[in-house]
């Protein structure tokens, strides 16, 4: 919904260092840095849908909080919706949505329904529309049956639910969603997912998130970054990262005892650690079960996954 | 009950004091009491904790996006449960003690409205003292010391413990000097009905007084907080 073709987000060399302090012997204490964004630039436009991947540690919360004036940059500049977050945050706040999937933000002991008209007070929404957003993401995210629930009683798939509505009932411009689909079932992700296309279908809403699933990014974003180790290692759309990255898949094998390198029919050996090796193969021309089966044939196996995509990228990128 | 205890123990003390101590007669001292009892409650008297436990989780991060301002929010919060237990766990001490003894209570209207906007101002100063110790949390992860170190010297200067007027004159000139006596002596006194005419706007106001400069000092450390400091948590 926003009217002009100022960016959602302008992040321009942005920098957040933690110092933290841990101890070393009786009274000395070491004072480390820890860069938990190291210099991260990116341009997000009104209306475009972005995934932001990365490893646990990586940067993706910090950089979050720092989107939405929670956490003042050590460094660079940072505009949110033409904003500088940290010294407007309360402005902001009324101008974009926020869930951080680990958190809530309704009332414990409230029902769903309470909730809801509690942040229609904060929000100083107006009335009519208040409603009219109530009743369809009611109906969009199917939350009729728990309305009444207190937040205390939900599942997490249910709270989830109206977490997201709680984050959008007051029309923002941007959502910011830190692991929206964080421990939900395939119904519930299924749910968030077609809401959240929906959303940015019919109203333009511009929608920023993080997530450890490549899966959510596939069917939402047309657009990914990740980052690794503080500094954005890839950004691009996500057609082009599939073709790039995609048809190759890594399988891990635990051998028993340390052995030279498998030769398996179809596939390389990347990396030999003692027992463990890596085995790299073509999707389109091998599958995964032939390479499990000629990997079982070659030798005695304590344990085997194959690690997907991305984390192919945080290898390359690290 | 606890205001029992208390009351027993300033009769001893008026009585060891020839039926008369500072002034204060064993009706003051019992009224006392239990009006300080019924104040406990709701000025938070207790400790206050629930702002620390955020930040030590992290939850905080849902309070500073909301486009609220953090120290309204909270004293919104404050005021409403701070009514409630005005009304449950306030009134019953009084009730329970005017059974067994002869209480003093004010005698006019006005000494009434006096008290009444005296426990407001108490309540909101007992406020602004604990959101201050609570942000303490976002600089020693463990502030529940500091609310302790608050409850304990509450009780003692605030006359929690024995009436302020008890002190030999320096330590009550002290005690009088720190906001705490504004929480529980000075809304106490004003019942007592010794704040008459305009003393009665002079004890207002210096509690007011505090109540702004408490507040303020809140401000400062969130702002400082917000800037400088750390959100715990992914
Ligand atoms: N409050 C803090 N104090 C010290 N270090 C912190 C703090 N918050 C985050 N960090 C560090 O900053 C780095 C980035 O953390 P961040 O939470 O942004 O990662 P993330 O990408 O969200 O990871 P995850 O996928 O696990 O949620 C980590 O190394 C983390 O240890
Ligand atoms: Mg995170």
Redesign the interface.
């Known amino acids: 919904m926003a009217s002009t073709d100022q960016p959602a987000i302008v992040a321009d060399h942005l920098e957040k260092t933690?110092a933290v302090r841990h101890r070393a012997g009786r009274l000395r204490r070491h004072r480390i840095e820890v860069r938990a964004v190291d210099g991260v630039s990116f341009r997000v436009d009104p209306g475009e849908m972005v995934g932001y991947l990365g490893p646990n540690g990586a940067g993706k919360?910090t950089t979050i909080?720092m989107l939405?004036?929670?956490?003042?940059p050590s460094g660079g500049s940072l505009a949110t919706l033409g904003l500088d977050p940290?010294r407007h945050?309360?402005?902001l706040?009324?101008r974009?949505g926020?869930v951080?999937g680990?958190?809530?933000?309704l009332w414990w002991d409230l029902p769903l329904a309470d909730s809801f008209e509690l942040l229609h007070h904060?929000?100083r929404t107006d009335r009519r529309r208040h409603e009219e957003n109530l009743g369809s993401f009611v109906e969009l995210l199917d939350m009729s049956s728990f309305m009444l629930t207190p937040v205390r009683q939900l599942s997490l798939g249910q709270r989830m639910r109206g977490e997201l509505t709680a984050a959008l009932l007051h029309d923002p411009a941007l959502v910011v969603l830190?692991e929206p689909t964080i421990g939900l079932d395939i119904v519930s992700k299924l749910a968030v997912r077609e809401f959240l296309v929906n959303l940015n279908r019919e109203r333009g809403t511009t929608v920023l998130l993080t997530t450890h699933d490549l899966d959510d990014v596939e069917h939402l974003c047309q657009r990914m970054m990740i980052i690794d180790h503080g500094r954005v290692i890839h950004d691009g759309g996500v057609a082009e990262f599939k073709s790039t990255y995609g048809t190759h898949r890594t399988v891990v094998v635990d051998l028993v005892d340390a052995a030279p390198p498998l030769d398996v029919l179809g596939t390389m050996v990347t990396r030999v650690d003692g027992p463990r090796q890596r085995l790299r193969f073509d999707r389109s021309t091998t599958t995964a079960a032939q390479v499990i089966a000629g990997i079982v044939e070659e030798a005695a196996i304590s344990d085997l996954s194959i690690e997907d995509l991305v984390r192919q990228v945080y290898d390359a990128g690290g | 009950m606890f205001g029992y205890l208390r009351a027993y123990i300033l009769i001893g003390v008026a009585a060891a004091g020839g039926g008369e101590v500072a002034g204060w007669d064993e009706g003051l001292m019992v009224t006392f009491a239990f009006i300080t009892q019924s104040l406990l409650a709701g000025t938070g008297a207790f400790g206050e904790q629930e702002l620390a436990e955020r930040i030590r989780s992290g939850d905080v991060v849902v309070d500073l996006y909301r486009p609220v301002d953090v120290q309204l929010w909270w004293l919104a919060s404050w005021s409403g449960r701070s009514a409630y237990t005005f009304g449950s766990r306030g009134i019953p001490p009084m009730l329970l003690g005017a059974v067994v003894f002869d209480l003093r209570v004010p005698p006019d209207a006005a000494t009434w409205i006096v008290f009444a906007l005296s426990v407001v101002l108490a309540s909101g100063i007992g406020f602004a003292i604990r959101f201050a110790a609570n942000l303490v949390a976002f600089w020693l992860l463990d502030s529940r010391g500091v609310d302790q170190l608050v409850t304990l010297v509450l009780t003692f200067f605030g006359g929690l413990l024995v009436p302020i007027v008890l002190f030999p004159p320096w330590l009550e000139a002290v005690a009088r000097l720190l906001p705490f006596a504004a929480m529980a002596q000075v809304p106490a006194e004003v019942f007592l009905g010794l704040h008459p005419g305009r003393g009665a706007l002079t004890a207002l106001a210096t509690q007011l007084a505090w109540f702004v400069a408490l507040l303020a000092l809140g401000r400062v450390m969130l702002g400082a907080a917000t800037r400088k400091v750390v959100i715990q948590g992914g």
Do not use: H, N, P, W
Not at chain 1, 68 to 72: A, D, M, Q, Y
Not at chain 1, 102 to 105: A, E, L, N
């Open positions: 933690f919360s909080k939405t004036g929670i956490l003042t940290t945050r309360t402005e706040a009324q974009i926020v951080f680990q958190r809530t933000q904060v929000y830190d």
